[in-house]
């Protein structure tokens, strides 16, 4: 593949993946902050929703690369599999 093949396909993972994660921060941090002030416990709940985070942020970048491949149509067709 040349890199004006590649740029598009590079640049749909990049925004898909960068939007969601930090909508998915964004929403997951104010929760934490919410729970931890309202609650006080600040340890217990802060590493709880770290690990969400870190576990969304790999779901949302799984979501983009699949989302990327089938926008540009990179799937393999049937007799070529």
Same mark, same amino acid.
């Given at each position: 593949?040349? *890199?004006?093949?590649?740029?598009?396909?590079?640049?749909?993972?990049?925004w898909r %993946?960068?939007?969601? &994660? =930090? !909508?998915?921060?964004?929403?997951i941090?104010?929760?934490?902050?919410?729970?931890?002030?309202?609650?006080?416990? *600040?340890?217990?709940?802060?590493?709880?929703?770290?690990?969400?985070?870190?576990? %969304?942020?790999?779901? &949302? =970048? !799984?979501?983009?690369?699949?989302?990327?491949?089938?926008?540009?149509?990179?799937?393999?067709?049937?007799?070529?599999?």
């Amino acid at each position: 593949m040349s *890199f004006s093949e590649v740029l598009p396909i590079w640049w749909s993972m990049i925004w898909r %993946g960068y939007f969601g &994660i =930090s !909508l998915a921060v964004l929403v997951i941090g104010f929760l934490n902050g919410f729970f931890s002030e309202g609650l006080n416990v *600040f340890q217990p709940i802060s590493i709880g929703f770290g690990n969400l985070e870190l576990i %969304g942020g790999a779901l &949302i =970048s !799984l979501w983009a690369m699949r989302d990327a491949i089938n926008v540009h149509n990179l799937r393999p067709k049937e007799d070529e599999a």
